[in-house]
């Protein structure tokens, strides 16, 4: 089997991990930012919310820094493509995320009242913007982007901001926000306070219920929706260019791949399975079980989306044979190759690091430690 191909297809696949670690870590650390106005009813509960996930947010923000540098690196014709047509989506994510290590570092260091609950305001919309964006662009990509290149590959944006927030990307930006809430109330659950604790995990099965419910409306919106088919173009693992081929939109085109192989729509259903037997694990106040089976359908509904779209990473609406695939858009063989000795050992480094800090933080946040650590939020 050609090495290139084999790069290629290893990148799509660990892409699709990074997605996943993102929506898992950041989507936990952005969920209790979105309830914390909710479930902390007063300044030393939301003190606490602050503290569970104090050690580990900035942490997890590595998973943002390593999915940028996936795309830039492994696939610059996606990341040239994508950032300069979603470059308006691009600035309000980062300036809703520019005011989260603000909110972290300013909110305590005045006693007043309204200067604390403006910041909780502002932790409240740099947990919700970032994961509505998050799946808002993944809901984008599924439909297609307004996008073509020229003789130079010289990509050309013809859509709008405002097309970006259509009613289908802005229900799969809902879909992720029911997610991270679900994620992120568990965290609170596990390391709170009685009274914190349990409106945690009424948000988390709350979280988990509209999650369920927004899924289905977007898996039915998907069977109506156009795919894409490529009907002429060089042979996978052959170099290439968008300009290479011929694509055609297909009605009910994103649910090709599950028609030819029904083993796919195996991804789906782990995410129901996973989010009802999570449910059900919150009920019985199996804290850490329902922690991984959030992890779970995160990554069953990642994998939903991937099977769907493949070869496809982002399809125009504009000239449907521009659009990005696997074969069409990725780096070189020799850059794949060393990234990927790179994440062989860096990758490993991450998760060892990442679960010895969630195991030395173990253990519940009480206001009495809160209010005697001179470090604490």
């Known amino acids: 089997m050609d090495l290139s191909f084999v790069l290629t297809v290893t990148w799509w696949l660990l892409l699709g991990v990074l997605l996943m670690g993102l929506g898992i870590m950041v989507g936990m650390d952005m969920g209790v930012g979105t309830l914390l ?171 988990g219920l509209a999650f369920l419910v927004l899924f289905s409306v977007a898996g039915v919106w998907v069977s109506f929706l156009d795919g894409y088919q490529i009907v002429q173009g060089p042979a996978a693992g052959v170099a290439q260019t968008p300009l290479h081929q011929i694509v055609e939109r297909v009605s009910g085109g994103l649910l090709a791949n599950y028609a030819a192989h029904p083993i796919l729509w195996v991804l789906p259903g782990l995410a129901y399975a996973a989010m009802l037997l999570g449910l059900l694990a919150l009920r019985m106040h199996r804290r850490l079980v329902a922690w991984w089976l959030g992890a779970v359908t995160w990554i069953a509904v990642i994998g939903t989306v991937g099977a769907a779209m493949f070869p496809f990473i982002m399809p125009s609406v504009t000239e449907p044979s521009h659009s990005l695939t696997l074969w069409n858009s990725g780096a070189s063989t020799l850059t794949q190759g060393w990234m990927l000795g790179f994440t062989i050992v860096f990758m490993p480094l991450i998760l060892t690091y990442t679960s010895w800090a969630f195991w030395v933080m173990r253990g519940k946040v009480d206001a009495e430690h809160v209010k005697s650590d001179d470090h604490a939020y």
């Not at 909710?38 to 602050?50: H, K, P, T």
């Not at 009242?113 to 993944?138: E, H, K, Q, T």
Request: hydrophobic share 50%.
């Open 37 to 207: 106005r909710f479930v902390g009813r007063n300044d030393d509960e939301r003190r606490i919310a602050l503290n569970i996930i104090g050690p580990h947010w900035d942490g997890n923000q590595v998973w943002f820094v390593l999915g940028g540098g996936a795309i830039f690196a492994a696939w610059p014709l996606v990341y040239a493509t994508a950032f300069s047509g979603f470059y308006i989506v691009m600035l309000v994510l980062l300036w809703s995320m520019i005011v989260r290590p603000l909110g972290f570092e300013y909110r305590s260091k005045m006693p007043s009242a309204r200067w604390r609950n403006n910041w909780d305001w502002a932790l409240f919309v740099s947990g919700f913007v970032p994961m509505l964006i998050y799946g808002a662009a993944i809901g984008n990509v599924l439909q297609g982007v307004p996008f073509n290149f020229d003789w130079r590959l010289t990509s050309y944006y013809t859509g709008s901001f405002w097309g970006l927030l259509n009613p289908f990307a802005v229900l799969c930006g809902l879909v992720s926000v029911a997610l991270s809430i679900y994620m992120g109330g568990n965290a609170l659950m596990r390391s709170g306070e009685e009274q914190l604790a349990e409106r945690a995990r009424k948000a988390s099965a709350l979280g």
